[in-house]
T-cell receptor, first 116, second 119 residues
Framework: GENVEQHPSTLSVQEGDSAVIKCTYS??????FPWYKQELGKRPQLIID?????GEKKDQRIAVTLNKTAKHFSLHITETQPEDSAVYFC???????????????FGSGTQLTVLP | GAVVSQHPSRVICKSGTSVKIECRSL??????MFWYRQFPKKSLMLMAT?????????EQGVEKDKFLINHASLTLSTLTVTSAHPEDSSFYIC???????????????FGQGTRLTVV
């Protein structure tokens, strides 16, 4: 099955600085890579996603890059703000040809703290 | 976006009792729903895949007789923790995807989660 590794586990940045979180995946058949933000005790919220036919996607201060050859993808948050503080999870999902229900496999999470 | 509603959000039960958690897709039909368990400061671990009208598919190491899943309709899946023990205390969360659109790869929407405490 798919295995997703995420680094770092914790990340502290000063307000206004950028934050980068990296993930690697093991199964080359994965073709969908979402990023979720989870605040304490709440449900994960999708913040951005990327499909395997795209190398980069940007939405305001958030961007995701994907390197299919190396099987890694990264989340970039620029101009960080205190409200960006949360746990961020990357995930990967196999493509339709895999024949499975195609559940998400999550990374271990990154606790991001933005210091004012 | 699509809405997934999960209830209850918090439950405290006595050891040995059973607890039922509901997961509903409010504005779309979900033939497949997923149940996750999340320990404090840990990632979401898939427990089982719930399939409407058929048996759930459990992940390795998950006891199907302890975590009963029923997906009787296209909008409702339930997870029953039977004979709960303190070690079952955790955050349980469901998710579903809306396959009605043209794109096959759609985002997963999560329920609010259920904080289960077994005393």
């Amino acid at each position: 099955g798919e295995n997703v590794e995420q680094h770092p586990s914790t990340l502290s940045v000063q307000e206004g600085d950028s934050a980068v979180i990296k993930c690697t995946y093991s199964d080359s058949a994965s073709n969908y890579f979402p990023w979720y933000k989870q605040e304490l005790g709440k449900r994960p919220q999708l913040i951005i996603d990327i499909r395997s036919n795209v190398g980069e996607k940007k939405d305001q201060r958030i961007a995701v890059t994907l390197n299919k050859t190396a099987k890694h993808f990264s989340l970039h948050i620029t101009e960080t703000q205190p409200e960006d503080s949360a746990v961020y999870f990357c995930a990967a999902r196999l493509g339709i040809s895999s024949g499975s229900a195609r559940q998400l496999t999550f990374g271990s999470g990154t606790q991001l703290t933005v210091l004012p | 976006g699509a809405v997934v509603s999960q209830h209850p959000s918090r439950v405290i039960c006595k050891s040995g009792t059973s607890v039922k958690i509901e997961c509903r897709s409010l504005d779309f039909q979900a033939t497949t729903m997923f149940w996750y368990r999340q320990f404090p400061k840990k990632s979401l671990m898939l427990m089982a895949t719930s399939n409407e009208g058929s048996k759930a598919t459990y992940e390795q190491g998950v006891e199907k007789d302890k975590f009963l899943i029923n997906h009787a309709s296209l909008t409702l899946s339930t997870l029953t923790v039977t004979s709960a023990h303190p070690e079952d205390s955790s955050f349980y969360i469901c998710s579903a995807r809306d396959f009605s659109g043209a794109a096959m790869n759609t985002e997963a929407f999560f329920g609010q989660g259920t904080r289960l405490t077994v005393v």
